[in-house]
C-alpha cells in the first residue's frame, strides 16, 4: 500500500517529519520497505496486515497514527448541493440477493462535463502509482486510495431502464469486462445488472458496455458493501484481480458506502455536475456491533505487564471504539464496523500491546496456570494391551467402522446394528457390531499379497442399539494365522495354533492382573465347535477364542486355518485389577515331581487345576500341564497329562516326606474328582 504524507494531512495534523513517521509505523506493525519523493511529496510503501482491510486507505492509516500520536483525526466536510430532483425518480434501483449484497447505495450526477481531473487530484493519484484518466473515474479511485472503499461509476444513459438490479448471473449470461475481454457467468456470480443484461460483476470490475467515456454526462454512482466470500469465489474462478476485489474479499465497513457516495458527488458537483436529491440506501439488515469484554488481568497474563487503565479507554476511544468501564478490572468495547480483524478480547491485548509498545514489554514468559490432567486408566491399560501384544509378534491394524448387512449376519452377536442415515455405499450401510469381518478382510488382502503369517489385533468399537438407545463399546480383536517369525535355515517354519493364540489372552490377562481368569468350552457362531473357549473372569464372560468357520473364511477367500478372539475391553477395563504384590524370592530350593494321570480326554486341564486350586495345598507353589498323549493302550476316549507340582516352605528346607503326603492328597482326590487313576511308573 502507497501512502502519501501530503494526503494523510487532509486527515490528521501532521508534527513529525518523514523519518520520524516511519518509525512511528513501523512500531505499530506497520512495516515501512521503502520511502521515496514523488513530484515534491513522500510517499511510503507500507506492508499491511492481510486482515487489516481498514488500512487499505489514508483515513485508515491517519487513525492509527493519531492514536499512536495522541493526535485528533480530522473530519473533513464533504458538502453536497443537491437540484430539487429525487435520485429515485431518476434510477431504480433493487437489490435481490441480499445475502451476497446487504446493502447497496446509489447516487445521480447530472450534467457532468467529462475531462481532465484538476492538477492537485492527479498529483495525488501519480503519488500512489495510479493513472489519471479523467475526471470521473479518478474520482472513483480518489475515494478508494482515502478511505478504502471501492466504489464505482455508471453511465446513467447506457443503462437499459435506467435500472440497476443486484442479482445472480442468469446462465448462459456473459459480459465485456473493461479491457474488452468477454467472460462466461454462471449463477455462482452475483453481478450488477440493467433492465436487460448485466452491466458489472459485483466488486470486481465494470462493464465495457456501461463505461463512462468522453460523451457520459449524467452518472450514477455505485457505494456498496459484498460479501467477501462471494467476491473471492467469484474472483478465483474468472482470474480477475482488481483493486476493489482486493478491498471487498478482506472485508470492507458496511457503515461506510452512503459516506463514500457523498465524498464522490461532492467532488463531482464541485467540477461542475448536479447532484439529485437523496442517496439510495437498500440497507435491509443494519449492522449490529459487536461487543468484546476486555480484563485488566488478561492484559497482564498475555503481555506480563501492568498497562494504566486510562490508557487503555483512550487507546481504544482513540481507535474508534465505543464503550464503557464495566468495574475497576474490565472494559466493554463495541468494535467499530472497520474493524473486521477484531472478535475475542485476544485481539483487543494485541491493539495494546503494539500502541503500549513491544520494545516496552519484557522478555520473560509469563507464568501460565496449568490444569494437571486427570488420570485415566483405561487409556493406560489400552497402552499396555498395545505393548504386550506387539511384543507378542502381532500388529495393529485400524479398520472401517462400517459394514454390510450380509457380513453383520454372519456373527450372529444378537446385537441390533444402527443404520447409517447417508452411507457412503450399501457395503457402508451398518455400523459394525463385530471386529471380526475389519480383521478377515486384513488377513485376505494380506495373504493374497503372499504374506506367509498374518498375525494382528484392532482395538476399536462396536455400535448397536440397545433399549432404543444407541451404545458404543470397546473391544479387542485378534487373528493369526500361518507362519509364526522369520524363516530360519536351522530349524523348520513353526505356525501358529490354537494355543499361541490362547497364550496370549493368558498373557494379556496376566499381564493386566485380571486374576484369576479361566477358560471354559462353549459355542459360539463364529467359531468351530470343538475349537472354541469363553474367557471368564471375576463371574462374567469377557470373550471368545478359537479356530474361525470354514464357511465363513470361504466368504473372505481365505484358504488357510485362521484363529481369533474377541473380548469386550469396556467390560474386562471396568472391573478392577488385582494389586500388587510383593513376594520375595524364597532362599530355600523346591521338590519338584511330575504325576502321570489318565481321565477323560473329555476333561480340560483348566478344570483340573480350578479343582486343585480349591484345596488350598499347603507349600504348593505352582501346577503346570508338561506333557499330553493318547494311545489305543490307554483305553478309547482317554488321555495321558502328565502334571508338574512344584513344592516350597518359605521359611525352611521341604523334607521328602511332606512332599509324599501332598502327592498322596492330590492322587486321592483327582481319583475321586475325576476318576483319574495314576498311569504305571508315572510318578517321579
Known amino acids: 500500500m502507497r501512502i502519501s504524507y501530503a494526503w494523510l494531512q487532509d486527515f490528521i495534523e501532521l508534527k513529525i517529519t518523514p523519518a520520524e513517521l516511519a518509525e512511528v509505523l513501523n512500531r505499530l506493525g506497520l512495516m515501512v520497505e521503502k520511502v521515496e519523493e514523488v513530484e515534491g511529496d513522500v510517499v511510503f510503501e507500507v506492508e499491511t496486515y492481510a486482515n487489516r482491510p481498514d488500512t487499505l486507505g489514508h483515513l485508515g492509516m491517519a487513525r492509527e497514527i493519531a492514536a499512536a500520536l495522541g493526535e485528533k483525526l480530522r473530519q473533513k466536510p464533504w458538502p453536497v448541493k443537491e437540484i430539487p430532483l429525487p435520485t429515485k425518480s431518476v434510477v431504480n434501483v433493487e437489490v435481490l440477493d441480499s445475502q451476497l449484497c446487504p446493502r447497496y447505495c446509489g447516487a445521480v450526477v447530472k450534467e457532468v462535463k467529462v475531462g481532465p481531473s484538476p492538477s492537485w487530484l492527479q498529483r495525488r493519484l501519480v503519488a500512489v502509482g495510479l493513472r489519471p484518466i479523467n475526471n470521473v473515474v479518478d474520482v472513483t479511485n480518489y475515494v478508494l486510495m482515502a478511505t478504502g472503499h471501492p466504489i464505482h461509476a455508471f453511465d446513467l444513459h447506457r443503462l437499459a431502464g435506467p435500472r440497476i438490479v443486484v442479482r445472480r448471473a442468469k446462465k448462459g449470461e456473459t459480459l465485456r469486462i473493461l479491457g474488452g475481454q468477454l467472460i462466461e457467468l454462471s449463477p455462482d456470480n452475483l453481478v450488477i445488472a440493467d433492465e436487460e443484461k448485466p452491466v458489472a460483476l459485483a466488486g470486481i470490475i465494470g462493464g465495457e458496455d456501461s463505461a463512462v467515456t468522453e460523451s457520459t454526462t449524467d452518472v450514477f454512482i455505485e457505494s456498496a458493501w459484498f460479501n467477501p466470500v462471494s467476491v473471492r469465489r467469484t474472483r478465483q474462478e474468472k482470474g480477475l484481480d482488481t483493486d476493489a476485489s482486493y478491498r471487498f474479499e478482506r472485508g470492507a465497513d458496511i457503515s461506510f458506502p452512503p459516506e463514500a457516495a457523498c465524498m464522490a458527488v461532492s467532488l463531482l458537483g464541485e467540477f461542475g455536475g448536479k447532484v439529485t436529491q437523496g442517496v439510495v440506501d437498500i440497507y435491509s439488515d443494519p449492522f449490529k456491533p459487536r461487543e468484546v469484554r476486555l480484563r485488566l488481568t488478561r492484559i497482564r497474563e498475555l503481555l506480563g505487564v501492568e498497562v494504566d487503565p486510562d490508557f487503555v479507554q483512550s487507546l481504544f476511544q482513540a481507535l474508534g471504539f465505543e464503550g464503557r468501564r464495566l468495574n475497576q478490572s474490565s472494559f466493554l468495547f463495541q468494535v467499530p464496523s472497520f474493524r473486521v480483524d477484531i472478535e475475542r478480547e485476544v485481539d483487543l491485548v494485541e491493539e495494546v500491546a503494539r500502541f503500549y509498545g513491544y520494545d516496552r514489554i519484557p522478555s520473560i514468559i509469563p507464568p501460565l496456570k496449568v490444569i494437571e490432567k486427570a488420570p485415566n486408566r483405561q487409556q493406560a491399560q489400552v497402552k499396555k494391551i498395545r505393548e504386550i501384544l506387539f511384543h507378542q509378534g502381532f500388529d495393529e491394524v485400524l479398520n472401517f467402522s462400517f459394514s454390510d448387512a450380509q457380513k453383520e449376519s454372519l456373527w450372529s452377536t444378537g446385537k441390533q446394528a444402527i443404520?447409517?442415515?447417508?452411507?457412503?455405499?450399501?457395503?457402508?450401510?451398518?455400523?459394525?457390531?463385530?471386529?471380526?469381518?475389519?480383521?478377515?478382510?486384513?488377513?485376505?488382502?494380506?495373504?493374497?499379497?503372499?504374506?506367509?503369517?498374518?498375525?494382528?489385533?484392532?482395538?476399536?468399537?462396536?455400535?448397536?442399539w440397545e433399549n432404543d438407545n444407541p451404545v458404543e463399546k470397546l473391544f479387542l480383536g485378534l487373528a493369526t494365522t500361518g507362519e509364526v517369525g522369520s524363516p530360519h535355515w536351522s530349524r523348520p517354519s513353526e505356525r501358529t495354533d490354537f494355543f499361541h493364540l490362547k497364550g496370549t489372552c493368558e498373557l494379556l490377562l496376566t499381564e493386566l492382573r485380571y486374576e484369576p481368569f479361566a477358560f471354559r468350552r462353549a459355542e459360539h457362531p463364529v467359531f468351530e465347535k470343538d475349537y472354541c473357549l469363553a474367557l471368564e473372569t471375576k463371574g462374567d464372560v469377557v470373550g471368545y477364542l478359537g479356530k474361525v468357520k470354514p464357511e465363513i473364511l470361504a466368504v473372505f477367500e481365505i484358504e488357510e486355518e485362521v484363529w481369533a478372539a474377541e473380548l469386550n475391553l469396556a467390560l474386562l477395563l471396568g472391573k478392577q485389577p488385582r494389586p500388587l504384590s510383593y513376594v520375595p524370592v524364597s532362599r530355600f530350593p523346591a521338590i519338584v515331581r511330575d504325576i502321570s494321570f489318565i481321565v477323560s480326554d473329555q476333561i480340560p486341564f483348566e478344570e483340573i487345576r480350578h479343582s486343585l486350586d480349591s484345596l488350598n495345598l499347603p507349600h504348593l507353589e505352582s501346577i503346570e500341564l508338561v506333557d499330553r498323549f493318547t494311545s489305543s493302550q490307554l483305553g478309547e476316549g482317554q488321555v495321558s497329562l502328565t502334571l508338574r507340582f512344584t513344592y516350597r516352605h518359605p521359611d525352611r528346607t521341604l523334607r521328602t516326606e511332606e512332599a509324599d503326603r501332598l502327592d498322596s492328597r492330590i492322587i486321592t482326590h483327582l481319583g475321586s474328582a475325576f476318576q483319574a487313576r495314576l498311569r504305571e511308573g508315572g510318578k517321579n
Open 419 to 464: 443404520a447409517l442415515s447417508n452411507p457412503l455405499s450399501s457395503r457402508n450401510a451398518l455400523l459394525r457390531t463385530s471386529l471380526m469381518a475389519g480383521l478377515l478382510e486384513t488377513v485376505s488382502r494380506n495373504q493374497k499379497r503372499g504374506a506367509a503369517g498374518v498375525h494382528i489385533f484392532e482395538i476399536g468399537n462396536i455400535y448397536y
